[in-house]
T-cell receptor, first 113, second 116 residues
Framework: QKEVEQNSGPLSVPEGAIASLNCTYSDRGSQSFFWYRQYSGKSPELIMFIYSNGDKEDGRFTAQLNKASQYVSLLIRDSQPSDSATYLC?????????????FGRGTSLIVHP | GAVVSQHPSRVICKSGTSVKIECRSLDFQATTMFWYRQFPKQSLMLMATSNEGSKATYEQGVEKDKFLINHASLTLSTLTVTSAHPEDSSFYIC????????????FGPGTRLTVL
């Protein structure tokens, strides 16, 4: 059973702070990792994807991948109230040719003014 | 990012009727599309994988005769909920993969189905 675990939260941070969202996965051979943001009542929106160990930055967002420890994280710098949403981690396992990701349950982030 | 549309965005129907939801890739050809269902405050649940020109692959526990999926072209997949019941009320979301050899999914805006 391939699993992706996220703390459901809510994670509450003040405006301007760094929000750190974490995700662990069980399939050691996983190749592709994604972070999606989902506002209440809306569908998921892709934020970032990462394939290699290390950091990947895009604006205020940084994805961090550590395959040895089997975790991927998302840092949001200068958090804004508009960042308040549920953040979904998705992992595609190693199985050849499969593009089916396993989603975590999501972490609810609240950024308060 | 790639654009995926869904229609309708919201539908209310009577119990026993069938509802068709369309998922279109607007600016790319999608050989693979996915259909998800999401109940309030719960995670996404993959229902089926839809490949253009072939039968959909359903996840365990999803009734293929109740949730009919057709992927007749590279830009359109449809989900038909047959003989809908109140317990089918949910948020249905499609997604598509852009191109071949990539695995990034882009989601449509979703369809909220309410069965009375």
């Amino acid at each position: 059973q391939k699993e992706v675990e996220q703390n459901s939260g809510p994670l509450s941070v003040p405006e301007g702070a760094i929000a750190s969202l974490n995700c662990t996965y069980s399939d050691r051979g996983s190749q592709s990792f994604f972070w999606y943001r989902q506002y209440s009542g809306k569908s998921p929106e892709l934020i970032m994807f990462i394939y290699s160990n290390g950091d990947k930055e895009d604006g205020r967002f940084t994805a961090q991948l550590n395959k040895a420890s089997q975790y991927v994280s998302l840092l949001i710098r200068d958090s804004q109230p508009s960042d308040s949403a549920t953040y979904l981690c998705a992992v595609i396992p190693k199985s050849g040719g499969s593009y089916i990701p396993t989603f975590g349950r999501g972490t609810s982030l609240i950024v308060h003014p | 990012g790639a654009v995926v549309s869904q229609h309708p965005s919201r539908v209310i129907c009577k119990s026993g009727t069938s509802v068709k939801i369309e998922c279109r890739s607007l600016d790319f050809q999608a050989t693979t599309m996915f259909w998800y269902r999401q109940f309030p405050k719960q995670s996404l649940m993959l229902m089926a994988t839809s490949n253009e020109g072939s039968k959909a692959t359903y996840e365990q526990g999803v009734e293929k005769d109740k949730f009919l999926i057709n992927h007749a072209s590279l830009t359109l997949s449809t989900l038909t909920v047959t003989s809908a019941h109140p317990e089918d009320s949910s948020f249905y979301i499609c997604s598509a993969i852009v191109g071949v050899g990539t695995d990034t999914q882009y989601f449509g805006p979703g369809t909220r189905l309410t069965v009375l």
